[in-house]
């Protein structure tokens, strides 16, 4: 396959940025999104340029590392998708793909197609978690859990933390983010003690950073590479409710 | 390349006694910090995988003041994240005959006798907490309708004793760690630095006293200095440019400390999982894991013919080879990984590979699909069926899936005492990184459970005890002044190249060299062969590497070629104490040592010891640690 790629080069937070037109050739089908990248990459550096800086690690969809806006798509057209696992037989031959970062005032672009998302991080801070040192464990057997409540905690808590859901959203919302670990741990019996005091510091959290609000658009569960569902924001907005109305 | 044998190692610091009270002794006899003192004491920890992030997590709540590095742009992405499988733990909630030291006995065999015995039976009393552990912080394992955990089975058990989370085990204990970690975080305990390398320890007066990082987003070279130093750097598979690991893990944390004078031992160790997805073409940048647990249900086959060109499913039943159930019909599907890959190899070297370059074999779920139903298996497995799917093109509900053995976890790693402690006072080294629990081929879920059984419960007990033998002198200032600067030179070298190719194209013939060479079957003449390759081409390295841009600024090709130098010198050692190790054991297997139906070998004699490398000016010294087994008798493993 030959391709025409535009790719967004940018050489740091204080530099414009730019699309840039490459042509990449002999592309085989087999290939990952990436690993067409990687070629791509191999021929700058011969030539002296400098090669496009993206993020990836895993390339096996769980790291969450990976992401890119590919033809206006967060992580390309092909549902429950990250970029790594997205490859080049689903393209047609001769295409011109546009490639681009993750557009959202709280993730300003580090590099070309690299941006930070810590503020993911300081939203977990904020009360993503359990407080329970370690040792402090009674047996794991001691509170059964409905197997229902666990698998469903599970569903919400496969999130990767990509930052798909916050590129795609018109708002720039990290709603589906930060529901997505309210409802994981709202779920289950270890989680309640601290079930409010959590939804009310991480929505703080996430206003706080700058990320929009959620108008229901769905377009966040539409990209999300691990298909969580858009219900996770209703139990965030009941847990949230509750920490208010207390 | 010529070494010397050292003195061997005599105390690795194990309390004596029966083996079930070691652990007890070393916790009770360990000194103990005052509260108030440990806010004073500042630790180190390199990397947040399940051991970096349960243990700087875990010294927090204990109140140290802690300071933690990852390369990721976030703790949460290292690569335990990738773990499918599951953890083992001997809780027995089954009742099907397991215990503490059932778990210490099937490690210790599966190591195939080249682990200590007080650190394995350890592990295993410690795994049980580690579950209670996880289920306290939230962490959503499979439950039966019952509401209680559910476990299932792994090569090398005939337990089911493997807690598992989907296929995403690793993913959930690790985001279970990384809350945890974020936790002290804003506790304001542990301070934490992503995007950031460890480029170098810094040792002063003999102990390790801090690390130099790079900011890799802006380039600046940092000096940071504490009371002691943890190294959760993980494995160092990618010195064969394909494994299953991430794409950035790297050895340059623990060669450098490997430099600095702590002890590598037994390099040559590296685990090739039987089931990945075989490669398909030259820009291949990684390989993929199907998890071990689909060989519960998926039968391994190939064709009984060579060269059988049919599809899978025109072949006939009586055309088929169910060749791990054929050879061990004990185990059958489920025998230890360094069996599985090595009989994939056998039978693809015979001609009877199936798929493009006849490297591969089938894993078919037709016979699981009929017994279970698809719903079932989708239930169980779904994920991994996607993922595969999704590489390959090809729908392994209807089409058998291919796989491949490929390389997957590094047991060797830095030499530790009992107390994870390395050669150099003060720097510990915990997980992957160290060497200390696998023996010579690790079991499938025990990864997970070494990781956290350091980090969450091993090292915040081990270094208490380290740290309150202080204070010790204050830090040499030019010892640090003199690790910035080499680190400054290092990079400056590699910028001023400014040669014809790139630093991944060095690594890719570095890696193939390895993978031909120091693979899964080694011989005395492979290995000969690479230790000859192998200067010549970092020679070549360091007169024609490429790596373009400035040391101020984000730089990928730079972080990649640093990488790749130090990929050189490990694979050089790896292939030494190969080579030295004459015997086969676990994942080393030694053509010129193996049994009359080519099975892997031992000599206890010779080698029932761990090789612990000193590198000196004059070249490798090799000190030698005696293994004795006063609890499992060491015999020929057999799985048939």
């Known amino acids: 396959m030959n391709l025409t790629l535009r790719v967004w080069r940018q050489s740091g937070p204080t530099d414009a940025g730019r699309m840039v037109t490459y042509r990449v050739e002999d592309v085989s089908p087999d290939m990952s999104f990436l690993e067409m990248l990687d070629v791509l990459n191999e021929r700058l550096i011969l030539e002296g340029d400098d090669p496009i800086a993206f993020d990836h690690d895993c390339r096996e969809g769980i790291c969450g590392m990976c992401g890119m806006v590919i033809n206006g798509v967060a992580h390309g057209e092909q549902r429950a998708t990250t970029t790594c696992q997205l490859h080049m037989r689903h393209f047609e031959d001769g295409a011109t793909i546009t490639i681009e970062p993750w557009r959202a005032a709280p993730f300003p672009v580090v590099k ?7 503020a993911f991080d300081r939203i977990i801070q904020a009360g993503g978690f359990v407080s329970v040192p370690a040792g402090s464990a009674p047996d794991a057997h001691s509170i059964p859990v409905r197997k229902e409540d666990a698998d469903s905690a599970f569903d919400a808590a496969t999130c990767i933390g990509c930052g798909a859901c916050v590129a795609a959203c018109p708002n720039g919302s990290a709603s589906l983010f930060t529901a997505a670990k309210i409802t994981h741990l709202s779920l289950l019996p270890q989680g309640q003690p601290e079930r409010v005091s959590r939804a009310k510091a991480m929505v703080d959290q996430m206003d706080a950073e700058g990320f929009g609000g959620c108008t229901n658009t769905g377009e966040c569960t539409a990209v999300c590479p691990k298909g969580i569902p858009l219900d996770t924001i209703a139990q965030m907005n009941s847990d949230y409710l509750k920490a208010n109305t207390k | 390349m010529k070494y010397t044998e050292g003195s061997e190692i005599r105390d690795a610091k194990a309390p004596s006694g029966p083996i079930e009270e070691r652990w007890e002794k070393r916790k009770f006899s360990a000194k103990l910090v005052n509260p108030a003192n440990k806010r004073k004491l500042h630790v180190i920890v390199v990397g947040t995988g399940l051991a970096g992030g349960s243990a700087a997590a875990t010294l927090g709540e204990l109140g140290y003041n802690v300071t933690s590095f990852c390369y990721q742009d976030s703790p949460r992405r290292a690569h335990s994240i990738a773990a499918q499988g599951g953890i083992n733990a001997a809780k027995n909630y089954r009742g099907d005959g397991d215990s503490i030291y059932r778990l210490f006995y099937d490690t210790v065999k599966g190591g195939d006798f080249r682990a200590r015995e007080s650190n394995v039976y350890r592990l295993a009393q410690v795994s049980v907490n580690i579950i209670d552990q996880a289920v306290a912080q939230g962490v959503p394992f499979a439950r039966e309708y019952g509401g209680l955990l559910d476990t299932r089975s792994f090569g090398g058990a005939q337990v089911s004793r493997t807690f598992y989370a989907r296929g995403q085990t690793g993913q959930q ?12 975080v804003a506790a304001g305990t542990v301070t934490m630095h992503t995007r950031h390398e460890m480029l170098d320890l810094i040792v002063s007066d003999g102990r390790a006293r801090g690390v130099i990082v790079r900011d890799m987003v802006t380039g600046e070279i940092e000096r940071h200095v504490a009371d002691a130093v943890v190294l959760a750097t993980g494995g160092y598979g990618n010195v064969f440019f394909l494994s299953t690991n991430a794409k950035g893990c790297n050895t340059t944390a623990i060669w450098r400390a490997h430099e600095r004078g702590a002890y590598f031992a037994n390099p040559c160790y590296t685990q090739i999982h039987p089931t990945c997805i075989p490669v398909s073409g030259e820009y291949q940048s990684k390989l993929t894991l199907m998890s071990e647990s689909l060989r519960n249900d998926g039968r391994v086959w190939v064709p009984l013919r060579k060269n059988d060109s049919r599809a899978p499913g025109d072949i006939p039943e009586q055309e088929r080879d169910y060749y791990l159930e054929r050879i061990y019909p004990a185990f059958g599907n489920l025998v230890p990984r360094d069996i599985a890959s090595r009989a994939a190899k056998n039978v693809c070297d015979e001609g009877r590979g199936v798929g493009p370059g006849g490297l591969g074999v089938y894993l078919d779920f037709r016979d699981a699909i009929g017994r279970l139903g698809r719903d079932a298996v989708e239930k169980k497995y779904g994920n991994l069926f996607e993922m595969y799917e999704r590489i390959t093109g090809e729908n392994p509900y209807d089409v058998p899936m291919r796989i491949y053995p490929a390389v997957h976890y590094t047991m060797g790693g830095l030499w530790v005492d009992y107390d994870l402690q390395s050669t150099i006072p003060g720097l510990f080294v915990i997980g992957e990184a160290n060497f200390s629990d696998h023996g010579a081929n690790r079991l499938g879920a025990s990864a997970l459970m070494q990781g956290l059984a350091d980090g969450y419960f091993v090292l915040p007990t081990t270094i208490g005890d380290y740290l309150a033998n202080g204070p010790y002198e ?41 993978w031909d060479y120091c693979g899964m079957e080694r011989t005395e003449e492979s290995l000969r062969k690479a230790l000859e390759r192998i200067p010549e081409l970092r020679a070549e390295f360091w007169q024609n590497v490429k ?37 086969s054991c676990g994942g080393h297997f030694r053509a010129e040592s193996q049994d ?22 004059d070249g490798p010294v090799l000190h030698k640690e005696a293994l004795e087994y006063e609890y499992v008798k060491m015999t020929q493993r057999s799985y048939k």
């Open chain 2, 596 to 617: 009359s139906d080519g099975e892997a070998l031992r000599d206890d004699e010779q080698f029932a010891h761990v090789s612990a490398w000193e590198r000196t000016p």
């Open chain 2, 547 to 583: 790596v373009t841009g400035t040391a101020e600024e984000l730089n990928q090709v730079l972080e990649k070629a640093g990488r790749v130098a130090d990929f050189f010198d490990l694979a050089e050692l790896m292939c030494l104490d190969a080579l030295v190790r004459t015997e």
């Open chain 2, 173 to 184: 204990l690790l985001l279970g760690a990384y809350q945890a970690l974020e936790r002290q």
């Open chain 2, 474 to 514: 204050d830090v040499d200032e030019e010892a640090v002044a003199a690790a910035e600067i080499k680190v400054r030179e290092k990079i400056e070298r590699l910028l001023s190249v400014n040669g014809t190719r790139t630093p991944d194209s060095f690594h890719r013939e570095l890696g193939k060299l390895m």
């Open chain 1, 112 to 118: 070309d197609l690299v941006v930070d998302r810590s």
